[in-house]
Antibody, heavy 123, light 111 residues
């Protein structure tokens, strides 16, 4: 059974960089069958796609966050990472990592999710 | 402002049928990208409910069904049960944004 576990500091100061990890067990993040993504959810609000890492190692980001986001991976640890620079109060959210499953050519959905990690932004 | 538009809330009595709409545009749903639905129970991570417009994974009751037409999609829930009370999100892909997009979410209340 695939499991995803997010981790990282629960509190980040404004203007600093948020760094989170997602450890995957029961499957490989290098598999050519899947992509991997980060999604966030501000308290009481909806879901926002942050970015996706392809099995090739390249990434695609939400245009609204593109200038501040970096998604990378450590295949030796089977971990996905998220870095968001110059954080502001609006970046406070529950951050999820999730797997993207291709069920038809070019069509993907998020089939496995981590339980999320809450990040607050405050000085 | 979400790229996909959902009603903020819907409600229904136990046993009734409710539908949740998801309206997109020619760069996402109307462009042929499929719609997927997720259920988020209070305090938990989202769980996929319907994929590829109308496909139900094993374990999801057949009370849940999805459809797509033009630039919109719908999730229907029949025989409402108290345990269905949750937030529901639609999701697709947008070619203009070159990325995955979600609806704003709909809170289902079982009266």
């Amino acid at each position: 059974q695939l499991q995803l576990q997010e981790s990282g500091p629960g509190l980040v100061k404004p203007s600093e960089t948020l760094s989170l990890s997602c450890t995957v067990s029961g499957g490989s993040i290098s598999s050519s069958l899947n992509y991997w993504g980060w999604i966030r959810q501000p308290p009481g609000k909806g879901l926002e796609w942050i970015g996706t890492m392809y099995y090739s190692g390249s990434s695609k980001y939400n245009p609204s966050l593109k200038s501040r986001v970096t998604i990378s991976r450590d295949t030796s640890k089977n971990q996905l990472s998220l870095k968001l620079s110059s954080v502001i109060a609006a970046d406070a959210a529950l951050y999820y990592c999730a797997r993207l499953e291709e069920y038809s050519y070019g069509q993907y959905y998020f089939d496995y999710w981590g339980q999320g990690t809450l990040v607050s932004v405050s000085s | 402002q979400s790229v996909l538009t959902q009603p903020p809330s819907v409600s229904g009595a136990p046993g009734q049928r409710v539908t949740i709409s998801c309206t997109g545009s020619s760069s996402n749903i109307g462009a042929g990208y499929d719609v997927h639905w997720y259920q988020q129970l209070p305090g938990t991570a989202p769980k996929f409910l319907i994929y590829g417009n109308s496909n139900r994974p094993s374990g999801v009751p057949d009370r849940f069904s999805g459809s797509k037409s033009g630039t919109s999609a719908s999730l229907a829930i029949t025989g409402l049960q108290a345990e269905d009370e949750a937030d529901y999100y639609c999701q697709s892909y947008d070619s203009s944004l070159s990325g995955w997009v979600f609806g704003g979410g709909t809170k289902l209340t079982v009266l």
